[in-house]
């Protein structure tokens, strides 16, 4: 039986909530210092023969926490259908980078502006089971914020306190049928996080310390 998500740990306070920029400039060193492998077939060669796209990573300040933001998507879209997800998707012709790409897919699925979202680092690439190679962008939003979800891909917003998910009771790890690696599972409340945004908030996490 899945347990509830446990109140807010105050070790993960921000300790200086007056100066928002702390804790932007913190993550960002973080992120510039971890030394992640890149995950298999993201190689040069593997990667050329896989479909490349983006995911932000977007986390705002509130009640002096850090907070993470997911989507629901709906059943109707081409792949994933009702799992949480970070807004992102395949890059496109016109997208000059990657990191554009992550951002031109959440205006368009959240309505979060580009001009509005401050890029703070990068996570591990990783490849879906779908073959997508993807890059995971962390970045900071501003709060509170009016999102404008697209009615066709976003069936529901999520937002989440990063303290909640770094509850150990919360987390499983399995193993599936003709997969070689461990699966993690995220059980917040009725939603299971799982998949490429498990692993992407695993790594997440593990950079927060």
Same mark, same amino acid.
């Given at each position: 039986m899945?347990?509830? &998500?446990?109140a807010?740990n105050p070790?993960s306070?921000? !300790? =200086?909530?007056?100066s ?7 993550? !960002?060193?973080r992120?510039s210092?971890g030394s992640r492998p890149?995950?298999q077939?993201?190689e ?5 023969e896989r479909?490349r $796209?983006?995911?932000?990573v977007p986390?705002?300040?509130r ?5 993470i ?5 709906t ?5 994933h ?6 807004p992102?998707?395949?890059?496109? @012709?016109?997208? #000059?980078?990657?990191?554009r790409?992550?951002?031109?897919e959440?205006? #368009? #699925?959240?309505? +979060?502006a @580009?001009?509005d %979202? ?7 690439p990783i490849?879906? +089971?779908?073959n997508?190679?993807?890059e995971?962008y962390?970045?900071a939003?501003?709060q509170p914020?009016?999102?404008? &979800? $697209?009615e066709a891909?976003i069936a529901?917003v999520l937002e989440v ?11 499983e ?7 070689e690696e %461990?699966?993690?599972f995220y =059980?917040?409340?009725p ?6 945004t498990a692993?992407?908030? $695993? #790594?997440l996490l593990?950079a927060l310390g």
């Amino acid at each position: 039986m899945r347990r509830p &998500p446990r109140a807010s740990n105050p070790k993960s306070e921000i !300790r =200086n909530p007056q100066s928002v920029g702390d804790w932007m400039e913190d993550l !960002r060193t973080r992120l510039s210092a971890g030394s992640r492998p890149p995950a298999q077939g993201t190689e040069d060669g593997a990667r050329r023969e896989r479909r490349r $796209a983006a995911v932000l990573v977007p986390l705002f300040l509130r009640e002096r926490q850090l907070w993470i933001l997911f989507t629901r998507r709906t059943e109707t879209v081409g792949h994933h259908r009702g799992q949480i997800s970070f807004p992102g998707g395949a890059e496109e @012709p016109g997208d #000059e980078s990657l990191s554009r790409t992550a951002l031109r897919e959440t205006e #368009e #699925e959240l309505g +979060i502006a @580009p001009e509005d %979202v401050r890029l703070l680092g990068t996570l591990a690439p990783i490849v879906t +089971i779908t073959n997508f190679y993807v890059e995971p962008y962390v970045a900071a939003i501003p709060q509170p914020y009016l999102f404008r &979800p $697209a009615e066709a891909e976003i069936a529901e917003v999520l937002e989440v306190p990063l303290s909640a998910l770094r509850d150990p009771a919360i987390l499983e790890k399995k193993r599936l049928p003709g997969r070689e690696e %461990v699966i993690l599972f995220y =059980n917040y409340g009725p939603h299971v996080i799982w998949g490429a945004t498990a692993r992407i908030l $695993a #790594e997440l996490l593990e950079a927060l310390g």
